[in-house]
């Protein structure tokens, strides 16, 4: 079955201990990218990658690091969580680029960081 | 700058009431694609429609069926006979050239169906 998975699903953690939410698609896509969801805000992109070795920041990538070292997977990482990043993540792929193809998304990953 | 308008925060409706959900988009490009997408009370994001900038048929897809007015810059969204089951947020996104643009959503409008 085609998808984007994500893990964990859920995770609550504390003020500056180191995480990783990891991001994985089977569809053998160029493109992945992350998204924050938070309320009344919609979904704000926080880093993309064309392709392997090739990432780039989106709108709100303060606080994240990425890294896209195979094709399928594209790790989010944060090195020093902070309350404001607590929000839902969406990993989502594509084909190529956005603009022309239909991004798949993973289900979402609800961070609370206290 | 490409921008989306959903200007509907909530909507409440009663079962079976139509609803519409509108939404208003801005871009500076001749080509570009619009998206619907779901967003039910388990937090995954459902594809709805995607619409490229050419093609201004209306679609209807079983009780759901979409507006798309280049005049107006709209791409809005009705649901007939409305359900329990359409509870959700619903997003509107565009999406235009180069190739690594991202996406760009509108703010959802929370649609609640009460029985």
């Known amino acids: 079955e085609a998808q984007v998975t994500q893990n964990p699903r859920y995770l609550i953690t504390v003020t500056g201990k180191k995480l990783t939410v990891t991001c994985s698609q089977n569809?053998?896509?160029?493109?992945m990218s992350w998204y924050r969801q938070d309320p009344g805000l919609g979904l704000r992109q926080i880093y993309y990658?064309?392709?392997?070795?090739?990432?780039d920041k989106g709108d709100v990538p303060e606080g994240y690091k990425v890294s896209r070292k195979e094709k399928r997977n594209f790790p989010l990482i944060l090195e020093s969580p902070s309350p404001n990043q607590t929000s839902l993540y969406f990993c989502a792929s594509s084909i190529r680029g956005p603009s022309y193809n239909l991004q798949f998304f993973g289900p979402g990953t609800r961070l609370t960081v206290l | 700058a490409q921008k989306v308008t959903q200007a509907q925060t909530e909507i409440s409706v009663v079962e079976k009431e139509d609803v519409t959900l509108d939404c208003v988009y801005e871009?500076?490009?001749?080509?570009?694609?619009l998206f619907w997408y779901k967003q039910p009370p388990s937090g995954e994001l459902v594809f709805l429609i995607r619409?490229?900038?050419?093609?201004?048929q209306n679609e209807i897809s079983g009780r759901y069926s979409w507006n798309f007015q280049k005049s107006t810059s709209s791409f809005n969204f009705t649901i007939t006979a409305s359900q329990v089951v359409d509870s959700a947020v619903y997003f509107c996104?565009?999406?235009?050239?180069?190739?690594?643009?991202?996406?760009?959503f509108g703010k959802g409008t929370r649609l609640s169906v009460i029985a």
């Open positions: 990658s064309m392709n392997v070795e090739v990432t």
């Open positions: 996104a565009l999406s235009e050239p180069p190739g690594n643009t991202p996406l760009v």
């Open positions: 871009t500076r490009d001749t080509t570009y694609y």
């Open positions: 619409r490229n900038s050419f093609d201004e």
């Open positions: 569809m053998n896509h160029e493109y």
